[in-house]
């Protein structure tokens, strides 16, 4: 297993487009979470799931954003309608169930709306 | 989850130990104390984690207070590529997010 896996890297859009992203988290881990980070600032908690289910959403996550994880693997955010203060790194992490393990982090995508 | 507070930035020279503090008074029990470093351009990178107990990993070791109001991040010989953003989180059992902070930016000197 190679980790946790994010694509694209990178992504640039023109405002009012619809962009979808995708996380492929460590097979064995059922915690799977979404987060948002500009520059200068920390992560900033989006979305979690539980195997299929998703469990917790941030007010952060507007009614243009949607995340859907349909088997309990993979996961994907799709953002609607694209606004420029959407431009951001989104990453995904995933983990077991339990706060005394640790959670790994992909590298993350950058999108960029013009 | 309960909050921490940390520095925003520290300095370190080289090849020295540099002891990163986090302080988190609301702690309950169930918390468990994480430590995530950030490089540039990459994603949160796990250090070390504990309850109680002093840990140590190849990374780095990790003091927590007897009352557990505060922990100190401790990397024994800095070194260039240690130079990053680290960031002290709380979680619990039933925590659904690790809550990052704004973290402590360390600067090596060389």
């Known amino acids: 297993d190679t980790g946790v896996s994010q694509n694209p890297r990178h992504k640039i859009t023109k405002r009012g487009q619809n962009v979808t992203f995708r996380c492929d988290p460590i097979s064995e881990h059922n915690r799977l979470y979404w987060y948002r980070q500009t520059l200068g600032q920390g992560p900033e908690f989006l979305t979690y799931?539980?195997?299929?289910?998703?469990?917790?959403k941030s007010r952060l996550l507007s009614d243009r954003f949607s995340a859907e994880r349909p088997k309990g693997s993979f996961s994907t955010l799709e953002i609607q309608r694209t606004e420029q203060g959407d431009s951001a790194m989104y990453l995904c992490a995933s983990s077991l169930s339990s706060g005394s393990t640790e959670a790994f982090f992909g590298q993350g995508t950058r999108l960029t709306v013009v | 989850d309960a909050k921490t507070t940390q520095p925003n930035s520290m300095e370190s020279n080289e090849e020295e130990p540099v002891h990163l503090p986090c302080n988190h008074s609301?702690?309950?029990?169930?918390?468990?104390i994480h430590w995530y470093r950030q490089l540039p351009s990459q994603g949160p990178e796990y250090v070390i984690h504990?309850?109680?107990s002093n840990v140590n990993n190849r990374m780095a070791s990790l003091a927590i207070a007897e009352d557990r109001k505060s922990s100190t991040l401790i990397l024994h010989r800095a070194t260039l590529r240690d130079a990053a953003v680290y960031y002290c989180?709380?979680?619990?059992?039933?925590?659904?997010?690790?809550?990052f902070g704004t973290g402590t930016s360390l600067t090596v000197i060389p």
């Open positions: 504990g309850l109680t």
């Open positions: 609301t702690i309950s029990g169930t918390d468990y």
């Open positions: 989180i709380l979680l619990s059992n039933t925590g659904n997010q690790f809550y």
């Open positions: 799931f539980q195997n299929e289910a998703q469990l917790e």
